[in-house]
């Protein structure tokens, strides 16, 4: 490390990393709000089915593409399908988990901002989840699409009146793609390299997964992009503390400017 990069580090590590201990208990009540969100929900399977056929009627009178369209696309190929249901299945939590981690041991202050958007954003949903019970396309016949984990695999799904982790109609907003979306934007943000705007892949890319697998609408997708466009309006990342050295050199070019205009002999 030399002298150019030693002080803007040390700027950026400025911020307190907050106590782990906080942060896991932080984790663990997310976790219980999800597990009841996830018992409210039981009891609500034809309210979910109603408001599916809703959302399939609202796409078609939007005019936005056929979810169809893009599993067609993901059929081409054994390997393809069983590529993205693994995709949907294995990427969501531990990517967004190395997300976090990465960033309360690397940048704290961009860490708490995350944090708090993702909170937020994931609150928002439960209450969505639980105020519009949304039975995602793989289960509604009127769409024709193929449930692609359960046809292909690998599945992470079972029975929805026998599945007790998850709630299986909660596709409205779509967490995979919000806390996607907030991954890439959050590196984005808290890095430098010239290459770090392809983080948007990731996003991307599960857009295209979720869509495919007919886990999710494309209204699911907007309603998250939204929620996470409102947090990110109200929640602002930690600024970055001005590093010195900068502020050294002007000092020290203005300096020389003055002895430039500075008369010979003079204070001699």
Same mark, same amino acid.
């Given at each position: ?78 390997? +393809?399908?069983?590529?993205?249901? *693994?995709?949907?299945?294995?990427? #969501?939590? /531990? ?7 990465? +960033? ?8 708490? &901002? ?7 954003? *994931? ?6 989840? +639980? ?5 995602? /396309? ?9 449930? *692609? ?47 770090? &705007?392809?983080?948007?892949? #990731? /996003?991307? +890319? ?11 609408? &494309? ?41 430039? #205009? ?7």
């Amino acid at each position: 490390m030399n002298a150019r990069t030693e002080p803007a580090q040390a700027g950026q590590d400025a911020h307190a990393r907050p106590a782990l201990v906080r942060e896991l208990l932080l984790v663990a009540g997310l976790f219980l709000v999800y597990k009841l969100g996830r018992g409210l929900a039981t009891g609500h399977t034809a309210e979910a089915f109603r408001n599916a056929h809703r959302v399939w009627d609202w796409e078609r009178a939007l005019r936005l593409p056929d979810e169809g369209t893009v599993q067609s696309l993901l059929l081409h190929g054994d390997t +393809l399908i069983h590529a993205a249901n *693994t995709y949907y299945a294995a990427v #969501h939590f /531990p990517a967004t988990a190395a997300f976090l981690v990465w +960033l309360y041991l690397r940048r704290p202050g961009h860490y708490v &901002w995350a944090r708090r958007v993702l909170a937020a954003v *994931t609150g928002a949903a439960l209450m969505v989840h +639980l105020l519009f019970p949304l039975a995602p /396309p793989r289960m509604l016949g009127a769409t024709g699409l193929l449930d *692609t984990a359960r046809v292909f695999g690998p599945s992470v799904y079972g029975p929805p009146s026998t599945d007790q982790l998850s709630n299986q109609f909660a596709a409205m907003p779509s967490l995979h793609f919000g806390w996607a979306l907030m991954l890439a934007i959050g590196l984005i943000v808290a890095t430098r390299s010239r290459l770090r &705007w392809l983080w948007l892949l #990731h /996003p991307l +890319l599960t857009l295209l997964v979720i869509v495919g697998t007919a886990n999710h609408y &494309w209204l699911d997708v907007l309603v998250a992009a939204a929620l996470i466009g409102l947090a990110l309006a109200v929640i602002r990342p930690a600024r970055r503390p001005r590093c010195a050295v900068p502020h050294r050199r002007s000092e020290f070019r203005r300096r020389t400017a003055a002895d430039r #205009h500075e008369p010979v002999g003079a204070g001699r």
